[in-house]
């Protein structure tokens, strides 16, 4: 079955500090994977997606089939990257519909 | 561009009553979805329109919700009548819709806040 997989609730760490929050995932067919974040009284929005290869805002994430990980990381975190931080995957399967993980708070202390 | 308008942003009802939810999506986008969000857990997808039409709506309990989006454009989602375990934030978000670059991101709007008693 499809499934998302954020095993942390809750990472704390101090301004500066590397930042890895970890996604894996299950999936029959070849995954699309994209990173979601929701920051204090704000709507959810996208961060970043595998496809685009890209880094946002110092945050990049890389798709590894062989661990079938899509783990976001940042070399030096900052205060204001503290949110909730939601893993999803695409299921073809389901009309392109996204399934999504539990999250992740990062918290980032000063 | 505007972003995706819901009402309303909070609402507490007791065990059996009904309640609505209304989604304005972007404009211009052809595809719409509602998701369920309980405290503690990701967004789940309850049903899905492709322009006025329903996409996949297998995770909607039906037998107490239910969505239309009859011009196409914005959408409603109704409980009724609604259970404890139905409090949860309740997400519209809209796309592009296929076939299109970057038709496939979601952009989400605000959440209704459903607290039932």
């Known amino acids: 079955a499809q499934r998302v997989t954020q095993p942390e609730k809750l990472l704390s760490v101090f301004k500066g500090a590397p930042v890895e929050l970890k996604c894996n995932y299950s999936y029959s067919g070849s995954p699309e994977l994209f990173w979601y974040v929701q920051y204090s009284r704000q709507r959810l929005q996208l961060l970043l997606r595998h496809i685009s290869r890209e880094s946002i805002k110092g945050f990049t994430a890389d798709l590894n089939k062989g661990e079938t990980s899509f783990h976001l990381k940042k070399p030096f975190a900052q205060e204001e990257d503290s949110a909730m931080y939601y893993c999803a995957l695409r299921d073809w399967g389901s009309q392109g519909n996204l399934i999504f993980g539990k999250g992740t708070k990062l918290s980032v202390k000063p | 561009e505007a972003g995706v308008a819901q009402s309303p942003r909070y609402k507490i009802i007791e065990k059996r009553q009904s309640v609505a939810f209304w989604c304005n999506p972007i404009s211009g986008h052809a595809t719409l979805y509602w998701y369920q969000q309980i405290l503690g857990q990701g967004p789940k997808l309850l049903i899905q329109f492709q322009n006025n039409g329903v996409v996949d709506d297998s995770q909607l309990p039906k037998d107490r919700f239910s969505a239309e989006r009859l011009k196409g454009v914005d959408s409603t989602l109704k409980i009724q009548p609604a259970k404890l375990e139905d409090s949860a934030v309740y997400l519209c978000?809209?796309?592009?819709?296929?076939?299109?670059?970057?038709?496939?991101?979601?952009?989400f709007g605000a959440g209704s806040r459903l607290t039932v008693l």
């Open positions: 978000a809209s796309s592009l819709g296929s076939g299109q670059a970057g038709a496939n991101v979601l952009t």
